[in-house]
């Protein structure tokens, strides 16, 4: 075990496990991320106060900041460098007086982790290994797919730098930002193959990234994504009940959404797997799993990821 002390007034300890790089695979086709419409340039001065230590720019995607009295840690930092500034003047403002200030993304995507260029060097950017690797493999190639999507993509990840974890982890890292502790934890592959988690202990918030939302189908893009490791992670956050779970797209609720996610997932699976036996082909359960979903749970959002689903649960089940 490797524990790492940064000196200064209330200084923030880490204590981590640092082991190998956990086995990763092409990153596939990358298909739309949702919400579609919502615009990428987020909006500092629309702070929103979740609980006692922690707060939210609800946006494109929605970016976190937990509050101790040592230490801020900021997670996601939204698209390229112009947003990443905006995180960042927005720490400063929330951040208590001589604190320090640590980084974290729940995952490589750009709109998730290509801002942090914009933090200065004294920030500390933790990450696990696994997305340190993803990112590593696919980050760039990630940056130009997005570039192509639209003009204000382009514009925003123009001379992007892909900053490198100054703390990398295995599975789990506990940080202690002065009388706040929050763990960071990886569960293994979901929307992809490094997608990190950080619960809130004092407040019983769970920053889940993507793995948990409020009525958007999972989104499983590229072929790294697993909808059985997905419910496994579901199944062990569910006995957090969390008092607020903050995603990183969509509306904001509590430990329900757990549950409710879990079981549409399940119910997807469990049909997906029915057409295969049966010997439907997969392009074709796809189209027909988006039209029963889109009749059974009309009021969820991303049901063009439905097919993306089916695919995954094909490629798993064989």
Known sequence: MLRLHRRGQGAAALCLLVVGLYGLGGAGTLRAQMPGSASPILQGDAVKRVSDHVYVIMGFPNVEFVVGNGATLVVDTGMGERNGATVWRAAQKLARPNSNFYLTTTHFHPEHASGAQAFPPSTILIRPVAQQGEMDLHGAEFIERFRGMSAVNKELLQDVTLRRADVAFDTELHLDLGGVTVRLFWLGPAHTTGDELIFVEPDSALLPGDIVMSKLVPNMPTPEASPKNWLAILDMLEPLHPR?????????????????????LADLQQR???LKRGGTPVEDAGRQLTTEFQGKYPDWGNTPGIA?????????SQ
């Open 272 to 274: 997906a797997l029915e």
């Open 244 to 264: 607020y779970v903050v995603p990183d797209h969509g509306e904001l609720g509590d430990g329900s959404l757990i549950g409710r996610e879990r079981s549409f």
């Open 308 to 316: 993306n689903v089916v695919r995954r649960v094909y490629a798993e």
